[in-house]
C-alpha cells in the first residue's frame, strides 16, 4: 500500500533566508513522513544552504505567472473542475477575490487548480508555509481535493495580513502552528478554540560547534551582524548607533547579507564618518557566516516594524550566533525578547532608540567580562530551550495524526 503523502507549499525554494524552513523539511524526512514540496517561485539566490543538498523531498513548481503557463492551467481546471470540492473552493475563491480584487488573487486560484490537479492521489493533506499567498493556494487546494490543510505561521504573513483573512484561514485549516509568543497571541485571538500552537523553530545544534575560546584576544573589538538589508532589520539604526560610540572604542563592523538598501547603508557609513570600519561582505555561504561568527566579539541586530507591518519572528541569526557564545545587542521587537532577556545574556534596546542602541552597543564593547558572561548564558540557554528537535517532534506528531485522521 502506498503511504499517505503530505503536500508543503512554499512561496520560494530553495531560500538562503528561510533556511528554517528547509531545516524543518528535513527533520520530517527523517521522522518518517512522507513528502511533496510545492514551490510557488523559482530560485533566485546566487547561494543556497548545504542542507538544501540532504533533502530528498521530490519538488515541483507551480506557475509563477499564469500567462506563461495557460496550457497547463487549463488542462488543470479540465481535470479538477468536476471534483466534488471545486464548486466550494470556487465559492471561496470569488468571496475572497470580491473584498481583494487584485491580480495576485486571481493567480493564487490559478497555482490552486495546478495544484490539486497535480498532487498524487495518495496526498492526505496540505501543509503550507506562511498564512498570507501560500496558505491561499493550499486552501483552495485542499477544498478542491476534500483534504484536511494546516500551515505554520512566521512574522510578514501574521502582521500584514488582513485580520478578516486569518480569521477565515484559520477557522478552515485543521490546526496552525507559529513560531513566536507574540504571533500566537495574535492568531489564538482570532482562532480561539486552541487550533493554534506555539512551536519554536529552534536551532539544529548539532550543526555548530562549540563557541571559541576568545579570551586574550586583541585589536579592535569585532562586531558581526547577519541579515538582509530591508527595512524590517533596522541597519540604518545600527549605522546611526555606531557612528555615536565613544571615540576612544577601537571596533569594526562585519556586515553579511544583500539586499536593497546595502547602496545606502554604504552611503549612510561615509557620511558618518565610519565606513572604513565596516566590511560589507553581502550574501555568503553558511561557512563564511560560521566564519564571521566564531571570529566576532559581539553581535548587534536592529530589528525594528516596518513601515507596512512587516517585522521579524525570531531571527535565526541571533540563535545561530548565541549557539558560538556571542554576547548580543538586539531590539525588542516580536519574539526577540523571547530568547533574550536584558542584562542576562545579551542586551535589549527599544526599537528605533538609536541612543539606546549605542549606549547598549558601548557596554559590551567596552568590557570583555561582560561579553563573555552574557555570551555564556546565552549559549546555555540556547541548548536548554531552544533545540530544534523536541519542537519538530512535535510538529511532525501533529502531521501524523493530521493523516491518520484523513
Known amino acids: 500500500?502506498?503511504?499517505?503523502?503530505?503536500?508543503?507549499?512554499?512561496?520560494?525554494?530553495?531560500?538562503?533566508?528561510?533556511?528554517?524552513?528547509?531545516?524543518?523539511?528535513?527533520?520530517?524526512?527523517?521522522?518518517?513522513?512522507?513528502?511533496?514540496?510545492?514551490?510557488?517561485?523559482?530560485?533566485?539566490?546566487?547561494?543556497?544552504?548545504?542542507?538544501?543538498?540532504?533533502?530528498?523531498?521530490?519538488?515541483?513548481?507551480?506557475?509563477?505567472?499564469?500567462?506563461r503557463g495557460p496550457v497547463r492551467v487549463f488542462?488543470?481546471?479540465?481535470?479538477?473542475?468536476?471534483?466534488?470540492?471545486?464548486?466550494?473552493?470556487?465559492?471561496?475563491?470569488?468571496?475572497?477575490?470580491?473584498?481583494?480584487?487584485?491580480?495576485?488573487?486571481?493567480?493564487?486560484?490559478?497555482?490552486?487548480?495546478?495544484?490539486?490537479?497535480?498532487?498524487?492521489?495518495?496526498?492526505?493533506?496540505?501543509?503550507?508555509?506562511?498564512?498570507?499567498?501560500?496558505?491561499?493556494?493550499?486552501?483552495?487546494?485542499?477544498?478542491?481535493?476534500?483534504?484536511?490543510?494546516?500551515?505554520?505561521?512566521?512574522?510578514?504573513?501574521?502582521?500584514?495580513?488582513?485580520?478578516?483573512?486569518?480569521?477565515?484561514?484559520?477557522?478552515?485549516?485543521?490546526?496552525?502552528?507559529?513560531?513566536?509568543?507574540?504571533?500566537?497571541?495574535?492568531?489564538?485571538?482570532?482562532?480561539p478554540d486552541g487550533r493554534v500552537d506555539l512551536v519554536y523553530h529552534g536551532l539544529d545544534l548539532s550543526e555548530w560547534p562549540p563557541p571559541p575560546d576568545r579570551s586574550g584576544r586583541v585589536g579592535p573589538v569585532e562586531i558581526v551582524s547577519v541579515g538582509r538589508a530591508v527595512e524590517k532589520k533596522g541597519f540604518p539604526d545600527l549605522v546611526a548607533a555606531l557612528a555615536k560610540l565613544p571615540k576612544d572604542i577601537d571596533w569594526r563592523l562585519t556586515h553579511i547579507g544583500g539586499g536593497p538598501l546595502l547602496g545606502g547603508l554604504k552611503a549612510q557609513a561615509e557620511a558618518l564618518g565610519i565606513g572604513d570600519r565596516i566590511v560589507w561582505q553581502g550574501?555568503?555561504?553558511?561557512?563564511?557566516?560560521?566564519?564571521?561568527?566564531?571570529?566576532?566579539?559581539v553581535f548587534a541586530l536592529a530589528s525594528r516594524i516596518?513601515?507596512?507591518?512587516?517585522?521579524?519572528?525570531?531571527?535565526?541569526?541571533l540563535m545561530e550566533a548565541q549557539s558560538q557564545g556571542l554576547a548580543c545587542v538586539a531590539t525588542r521587537v516580536s519574539a526577540i525578547p523571547e530568547l533574550i532577556e536584558d542584562g542576562v545574556n545579551g542586551l535589549l534596546a527599544d526599537p528605533g532608540d538609536v541612543e539606546s542602541l549605542s549606549a547598549a552597543l558601548a557596554r559590551l564593547l567596552a568590557d570583555a567580562d561582560?561579553?563573555?558572561?552574557?555570551?555564556?548564558?546565552?549559549?546555555?540557554?540556547?541548548?536548554a530551550r531552544f533545540d530544534q528537535e523536541p519542537e519538530l517532534d512535535r510538529l511532525a506528531e501533529k502531521l501524523r495524526n493530521l493523516v491518520a485522521a484523513r
Open 370 to 383: 561582560l561579553r563573555r558572561r552574557l555570551g555564556q548564558a546565552a549559549a546555555d540557554r540556547l541548548r
Open 75 to 191: 488542462r488543470s481546471w479540465l481535470r479538477v473542475r468536476h471534483l466534488s470540492g471545486y464548486a466550494a473552493a470556487r465559492t471561496t475563491w470569488l468571496k475572497d477575490l470580491r473584498r481583494d480584487p487584485s491580480p495576485n488573487r486571481i493567480r493564487r486560484f490559478g497555482q490552486a487548480l495546478v495544484l490539486a490537479a497535480e498532487m498524487p492521489a495518495e496526498t492526505a493533506a496540505v501543509y503550507a508555509h506562511f498564512l498570507h499567498t501560500p496558505t491561499s493556494v493550499a486552501r483552495y487546494a485542499a477544498l478542491i481535493r476534500g483534504i484536511p490543510f494546516a500551515v505554520s505561521a512566521h512574522a510578514k504573513d501574521i502582521w500584514t495580513t488582513p485580520d478578516w483573512e486569518l480569521a477565515e484561514k484559520l477557522a478552515d485549516a485543521a490546526f496552525a502552528v507559529t513560531c513566536t509568543g507574540s504571533g500566537h497571541a495574535h492568531l489564538a485571538s482570532l482562532a
Open 306 to 317: 516596518a513601515g507596512d507591518g512587516d517585522r521579524d519572528g525570531l531571527p535565526n541569526v
Open 1 to 67: 500500500m502506498t503511504p499517505p503523502v503530505v503536500a508543503i507549499v512554499v512561496k520560494g525554494y530553495p531560500r538562503l533566508s528561510e533556511t528554517f524552513i528547509a531545516k524543518e523539511i528535513l527533520g520530517l524526512e527523517r521522522r518518517g513522513l512522507q513528502l511533496r514540496l510545492y514551490s510557488m517561485r523559482w530560485p533566485t539566490d546566487r547561494h543556497v544552504h548545504p542542507i538544501h543538498a540532504e533533502i530528498r523531498t521530490p519538488v515541483a513548481y507551480l506557475p509563477e505567472y499564469l500567462y
Open 283 to 297: 550574501q555568503r555561504a553558511k561557512a563564511d557566516v560560521l566564519a564571521a561568527y566564531r571570529q566576532a566579539d
